[in-house]
């Protein structure tokens, strides 16, 4: 099974947080979409712009989700982001996500996603493609 | 068990969405928490900030979240969410969203809300509650 | 000078709001960018996906834009806008939107728009493209 | 006349982006706000949460702002943001900042802001008060 990690610093921002004055709870999720990408981005050597068109495919949308939260968050935190692919399949991966404060996990979250190609020059549909071998290998293979 | 739904509709806009044409997916749960708050309202009768007032508490902040992505809604799509109340427990309760466009079942999620009020006047921290009688019986009673 | 106008209610949520309760400004510009959408979809009677599609063009990105904020709005809030056409050139057009509160103007936004297309069909590059008379036409004409 | 300023790099995300492919402008906005934080924080050597304290004020919120968008900027890019105080008055201030990406200017923005210190303990509504001599000074003087 990969166990391919990496690291990434967040900043918690005001505009990020509610009247309650913590983080707005969908922000992770774009917190773990950075990570995400910033993950394929190590990997490959190269930002996603230019891995989408080096490897010839549209992108891995989410299929599933979820997130459990321990700790809040509020502005001025600087947060890491340990992620981890957990599975990765033909055609799908599963990344988890530790978010930590000051030591301590603060979300847990968890992304299933797809590689995708777009059915033909023409189309805009979209179907799941196999996930390169050099991606593979480049994740530290399955 | 309280079954207490409420149906919302929404519109997916421009800026909802992504380079891939599709909506962004981290959206989806800010529509989720505003269909929680809207099925708060409708079930007392008063706006959130009304409610957090009239029944003097904090909030119900998320402490657990999920979604299956089951087909893909775009700008311009008028999608309907139904969300129901599957737990309601002493001091947290469950929701459940089905969101749908043209009658297809297009996402799936979940949450878990924990009833919260302030430890004291000063205190910023917070600590669960639990759920007054009089909204556990407009939610349906348990 | 054309002055067609759109009058659209927007509620502003939970989510919307920052650490200080009230709205976080930088969301007004995406309530402005959903104003000037649906005066388009109003005038030409489609959404905005159709539309892109029936006049053959790429969008109307904002080239410059601007606010004053007069009176805070806050989570509850159910607002007005008003967005009006005040200059209609030859490829642009300006937009003026009113937001209001209880009958009390809170902001008072300006935005210049640019009707573009793709340079060529392989092309990503956009340039200015003349506002095909018929849409002039439905935007109460020059 | 005060000319304190900060360079800030800010990375362009997907999530950031539209389906046209470039920056949703109305990130830009998000994107000066947090410069303007972060030069707060720079001159004042604490975070916002910190210095909110500190100085014993509830924020700086936003009364005017206006932007020009001369470049489309898009996921991957890497830009700066150099952001000068190009006024400091009795308890307001103005900044610009020029976002440039590759050296060349991409947006050009400015914002006016209020220093404000609620009215009393009890009260929520807040009203402008004189920037503390300290941060007049650390912000290069007047």
Redesign the interface.
Known sequence: MAKFTVKRAERI???D??????I????Y??IF??CT?AMLEQALGM????FLIAFDF??Y?????????LL?T???DDVIVESTIVELGRSSFKIRHHLSKGGALAVEGSETRVWVRRQNTDS?SIKAHPIPDEVVARLGGR
């Not at 947080?17 to 913590?22: F, K, L, Q, T």
Request: hydrophobic share 20%; charged share 30%.
């Open positions: 921002h005001w505009g947080c509610d009247p309650a004055g913590i707005y709870y969908p922000r999720f774009e979409d950075r990408t930002n996603k712009r230019e549209s992108g949308p989410c299929v599933e989700t979820g997130a459990r939260f809040p509020t502005f001025g805009k």
